[in-house]
C-alpha cells in the first residue's frame, strides 16, 4: 500500500527564517505526483506547490521550493524568508494513478514575530 | 466565482438528526470528492464521484449517502448523526492529470 509520511508533527521558527518541512513515501509507481498543501487557521485547503515524478528539476513557487529525491522517495518543503501568514498546516500528499490522494498526517508550522 | 463552495459553513445539531451539506464547483472538473478532517487534521476520503458514477466508497457507515444531481453538485447527506461525526467536512474537485484538487472551504459539523 502506498504510504506518505509526515515525521515532524509541529515546527515553530522565527519569521524571516528558512524552514523544511519533511515528507517520504512508499510506492512502486514509477509515474506520480506530489503536492503540498497549506491549512491555515481558516482551514481552507490551499495547494502550495506540485512536482511531477518524471521532472527531475525541483519545483518552486516563490519562496516555496522543494527537493525531490526520486531515488530516496523523500518530497521535503523549504520555506524561504518565512512569513506570520505561512502559519499553517502542511500537508504532503502522493497521488497515486487512479488520481486519487494518498495524505500524511500534516505538520503543524508555527511562525514566530 | 468561488471555485468549490459547500454550505454551510458551520452546522451544529442534535445527535439523532438528518442533515445535508451542499458542494457545488464551476471549474468544469470530472470528479469530486468529500473528505472527512477529524480533530487531529488527519483526512479521510469519504467518496469520489466521476461523473455522476461512485468510483470510491470507502469504509464509511451508510449513514453518509453522497448524492450527486449533476457534474458540477456532490452533496452529503447524513442520517441520525452520532457525536463521532463531530468533524470538517470538505468538499474537493479535480480533473484527470496533474493539477491536483481544489478545496471547498470546508463545514465545520457539531453533533451535540
Known amino acids: 500500500a502506498q504510504t506518505v509520511t509526515q515525521s515532524q508533527p509541529e515546527m515553530s521558527v522565527q519569521e524571516a527564517e528558512t524552514v523544511t518541512l519533511s515528507c517520504t513515501y512508499d510506492?512502486?509507481?514509477?509515474?506520480?505526483?506530489l503536492f503540498w498543501y497549506k491549512q491555515p487557521p481558516s482551514r481552507q485547503m490551499i495547494l502550495v506547490i506540485r512536482q511531477e515524478a518524471y521532472k527531475q528539476q525541483n519545483a518552486t513557487e516563490n519562496r516555496f521550493s522543494v527537493n525531490f529525491q526520486k531515488a530516496a522517495k523523500s518530497f521535503s518543503l523549504k520555506i524561504s524568508d518565512s512569513q506570520l501568514g505561512d502559519t499553517a498546516m502542511y500537508f504532503c500528499a502522493f497521488m497515486d494513478s487512479n488520481y486519487q490522494l494518498i495524505w500524511g498526517a500534516g505538520t503543524k508550522l508555527i511562525i514566530k514575530p | 466565482d468561488t471555485a468549490v463552495s459547500q454550505t454551510p459553513k458551520y452546522l451544529v445539531t442534535q445527535m439523532g438528526n438528518d442533515k445535508s451539506i451542499k458542494c457545488e464547483q464551476n471549474?468544469?472538473?470530472?470528479?469530486m470528492y468529500w473528505y472527512k478532517q477529524d480533530s487531529k487534521k488527519f483526512l479521510k476520503i469519504m467518496f469520489s464521484?466521476?461523473?455522476?458514477?461512485?468510483?470510491i466508497n470507502e469504509t464509511v457507515p451508510n449513514r453518509f449517502s453522497p448524492k450527486s444531481p449533476d457534474k458540477a453538485h456532490l452533496n452529503l447527506h447524513i442520517n441520525s448523526l452520532e457525536l463521532g461525526d463531530s468533524a470538517v467536512y470538505f468538499c474537493a474537485s479535480s480533473r484527470p492529470g496533474v493539477g491536483g484538487y481544489t478545496f471547498g472551504s470546508g463545514t465545520r459539523l457539531t453533533v451535540v
Open positions: 471549474l468544469g472538473h470530472d470528479t
Open positions: 464521484y466521476n461523473n455522476k458514477e461512485l468510483i
Open positions: 510506492t512502486s509507481e514509477s509515474n506520480y505526483y
